[in-house]
T-cell receptor, first 116, second 112 residues
């Protein structure tokens, strides 16, 4: 299995709602990532999990709350979002590597989030 | 922070033509990654480069790691309609492999 699976593909939520995005991989990757991508822009890193522990938070507002229940799953809990949070949310995973090679990330297809 | 600037920003080409695009960085990179993103999908890794001067091919795609380590180039030969999409360069900067930065993207449109 060489895929990263994200659900749902589309989500519309109100500003007072609580929702969660889910991401799953079975490649044995021990690093997982959340990226946010606005239209016509590159993906921007939000969070990195390494061995199920949060290792990087790129100063993301607390209305976004990540969770890594095990090495295959990554969630992003959403609460009290704003319309400007509407974007494509991408999950990715990678082997953990040191120097000498990156290997790149495997991305999911993303969740298209619209906040109304 | 680190910036990766890609040029051109967008391009229209005729099917069968060759395409060249580049990516420049404000700082040195030890790895260059090239991704393609189709509409409504996540980016897909095309080529990874690990050494200055390295030239790597993947089918009709060829990418080069610039010798200054501040730039990289992607060429597509004999373009076809399915080459349409946004091409991103990316690389791990000072934050290491867990903190990959993406370039500004080159949008490619192929006219059949």
């Amino acid at each position: 299995d060489t895929e990263v699976t994200q659900t749902p593909k589309h989500l519309v939520m109100g500003m007072t709602n609580k929702k969660s995005l889910k991401c799953e991989q079975h490649m044995g990757h021990r690093a997982m990532y959340w990226y946010k991508q606005k239209a016509k822009k590159p993906p921007e890193l939000m969070f990195v999990y390494s061995y199920e522990k949060l290792s990087i938070n790129e100063s993301v507002p607390s209305r976004f709350s990540p969770e890594c229940p095990n090495s295959s799953l990554l969630n992003l809990h959403l609460h009290a979002l704003q319309p400007e949070d509407s974007a494509l949310y991408l999950c990715a995973s990678s082997q953990l590597v040191g120097t000498g090679g990156g290997g790149g990330y495997t991305f999911g297809s993303g969740t298209r989030l619209t906040v109304v | 922070g680190q910036q990766l600037n890609q040029s051109p920003q967008s391009m229209f080409i005729q099917e069968g033509e060759d395409v060249s695009m580049n990516c420049t960085s404000s700082s040195i990179f030890n790895t260059w990654l090239w991704y393609k993103q189709d509409p409504g999908e996540g980016p897909v890794l095309l080529i990874a480069l690990y050494k200055a001067g390295e030239l790597t091919s993947n089918g009709r795609l060829t990418a080069q790691f610039g010798i200054t380590r501040k730039d990289s180039f992607l060429n597509i030969s004999a373009s076809i309609p399915s080459d349409v999409g946004i091409y991103f360069c990316a690389g791990p900067g000072s934050g290491g492999y867990q903190k990959v930065t993406f370039g500004t993207g080159t949008k490619l449109q192929v006219i059949p």
